[in-house]
């Protein structure tokens, strides 16, 4: 009895060891294949100038979007810590930061201010009345083109920053707290507010007004104290401002699109994985998406919001903006002629929206 015991202990221990030294199905990687290493975290910064609110501007939806899916797209390697409402400082001044490296990306940069500071082909979108509507400018810089791809390579070369989209903001448009605006002959005199881009205050300066350099954060403070007695942006920036309080009459001759930049330092982007960038570049595409969506779905009711708050709203024949063009639109290209690197580029895009409207 004891000897059949023994034989029996002497079983069950060989088979305990042999159990231990083999490999777990559920554990044992194949032969030849390595687990993938994990992607390294990263903790970005996005800085823009306009509201805390998702809901309060285009370019916030589209910070809040870009978050949303480059921390979903990255499987959450990627974190973005957003600062809006010019946290971080103005659009100059968070521009600087991302040249320097010391902020990872932003946005509320407009393609007149980027071209003034670091790149002057990207002038070609300031010539006066080139485009007849916002979705043209649309087409023209959309990010999977050939167009924009060759634009995006050009400026991360020579400056550093990659711009990731360009946001469409739409048309320009005047408004004052004068007299309605019908001819060009009706801008003489005029103190119109632009942003510190000088295609801008030459168009200005030839339609006879007088372009008065004022930054974002202070145009509401210069149009009530009478610095300004106007000033020029797309309709939902001048809900966003509340026109209607210091201003009395729009026109709707939409000079230029606003296109902004969202950029990124080109350092830090290219210091991500393979697997990181395409989140970021996808992520971009969907904020982009998702800011012209808005963009659209709002531009009426935004038009109507202005009417019901007291603005005078004139809207021009074709001839009508026609007059404007000729009025402004020949010193505008001949000043970008002699500050563009690249002019050709002028007449590719000029062609390019003429081509596309047929």
């Known amino acids: 009895m004891k000897r059949i015991l023994s034989i029996a202990l002497s079983i069950a221990l060989t088979l305990s060891l042999a159990a231990c030294s083999s490999p777990s199905p559920s554990t044992s990687a194949p032969s030849g294949e390595e687990t993938p290493p994990a992607e390294q975290s990263i903790t970005m910064k996005l800085g823009w100038a306009e509201t805390a609110e998702r809901s309060g501007h285009a370019l916030s939806e589209a910070a809040y979007t870009f978050k949303e899916q480059v921390e979903e797209l990255s499987n959450g390697s990627i974190t973005v810590e957003l600062y809006p409402a010019a946290q971080l400082g ?110 801008h205050m030459k168009m200005f300066e030839a339609l006879g007004a007088q372009p008065t350099n004022v930054s974002w954060n202070e145009l509401y403070t210069a149009l009530q104290t009478g610095v300004a007695d106007g000033q020029e942006n797309p309709v939902a920036n001048a809900v966003y401002i509340s026109a209607w309080e210091v201003q009395k009459y729009m026109t709707l001759d939409g000079h230029v699109c606003l296109c902004s930049l969202f950029c990124m330092n080109e350092d830090f982007y290219q210091s991500l994985s393979q697997a990181q960038k395409d989140a970021v570049d996808q992520a971009a595409l969907k904020a982009l998406e998702a800011e012209y969506s808005m963009y659209q779905a709002n531009e009426a009711a935004n038009l109507e919001l202005l009417k019901e708050n007291g603005l005078q709203i004139t809207e021009l024949t074709s001839e009508e903006i026609d007059a404007f063009r000729q009025s402004c639109q020949p010193q505008v290209l001949e000043y970008l002629r002699s500050t563009m690197d690249t002019p050709e580029l002028l007449d590719k895009a000029m062609q390019t929206v003429a081509e596309s409207r047929g």
């Open 90 to 199: 103005d659009a100059t001044s968070m521009l600087t930061q991302v040249e320097a490296g010391t902020l990872e990306s932003c946005m509320s940069i407009s393609n007149g201010q980027f071209a003034t500071s670091y790149y002057p082909d990207l002038g070609f979108l300031d010539v006066p009345y080139m485009f007849e509507s916002s979705q043209e400018a649309y087409d023209l810089l959309n990010p999977e083109g050939e167009f924009f791809q060759d634009l995006q390579g050009d400026i991360v070369e020579k400056t550093g920053i990659r711009p990731l989209v360009f946001f469409n903001e739409g048309l320009r448009h005047i408004t004052n707290s004068k007299r309605e605006i019908r001819t060009p002959e009706d801008m003489n005199g005029l103190r119109i507010r632009t942003m510190n881009v000088t295609a």
